[in-house]
């Protein structure tokens, strides 16, 4: 398995203004990927963000609007630019090892 | 596009067996998984099957997977205050895919 830090935990923030959320994992992964899962609701998959190449887009998210850096195999960010309220979700980071897929413990995201 | 669905409530007995179901639509499905998330907390794996297999089962938790007909089960034996939770279904067609989730099954017990 593989131990996930993901930071911050929670953040309330203002409209208009960015959130870059961090993601350490204690071992080297290949495969990151990051999800959204919106209140009441099922998690969603925002994007892949493989080390050495530009994160790849799930449709309906774009990159200027959620930012990705992957600069090695340890660490990954995923930013959410000029929030609005229907941002209000938690965010959570994923790795693949071998079969088994594991998440960070998420960010709960409000926006007022 | 890839769909997963499950029921969104299930009611059960302390000490009963719980069965949560969930149909898949993508027949490029590798790996199928569960999740467990109890309120406020992450995401649990409790255990995952490989398309080529029917049956796996760990302690008190048995997966079956009908590949033929896309479905998948788990039941929980001896249902325990402690099972209560969201339980989510998931999906993987391999290589860099990401998961597929269900909406999520909200496992209630009753005393």
């Known amino acids: 398995s593989a131990v996930i830090s993901q930071k911050p935990s929670r953040d309330i923030c203002q409209r208009g203004t960015s959130l870059t959320i961090q993601c350490q994992v204690d071992s080297q992964v290949t495969m990151m990927f990051w999800y959204r899962q919106q209140p009441g609701q099922s998690l969603t998959l925002i994007a892949t963000a493989n080390q050495g190449s530009e994160a790849t887009y799930e449709s309906g998210f774009v990159i200027d609007k959620f930012p990705i850096s992957r600069p090695n195999l340890t660490f990954s960010t995923l930013t959410v630019s000029n929030m609005s309220p229907e941002d209000s979700s938690i965010y959570l980071c994923s790795l693949i090892i071998s079969t088994e897929a594991f998440f960070g413990q998420g960010t709960r995201l409000t926006v007022v | 596009g890839e769909d997963v669905e499950q029921s969104l409530f299930l009611s059960v007995r302390e000490g009963d067996s719980s069965v949560i179901n969930c149909t898949y639509t993508?027949?490029?499905?590798?790996?199928l998984y569960w999740y467990k998330q109890e309120p406020g907390a992450g995401l649990q794996l409790l255990t995952y099957?490989?398309?080529?297999?029917d049956m796996k089962q760990d302690q008190r938790l048995t997966v079956l997977l009908n590949k033929k007909d896309k479905h998948l089960s788990l039941r929980i034996a001896d249902t325990q205050t402690g099972d209560s939770a969201i339980y989510f279904c998931a999906e993987r067609g391999g290589g860099a895919d990401g998961l597929t989730f269900g909406k999520g099954t909200h496992l209630i017990i009753q005393p």
């Open positions: 993508d027949s490029s499905s590798t790996y």
């Open positions: 099957i490989f398309s080529n297999m």
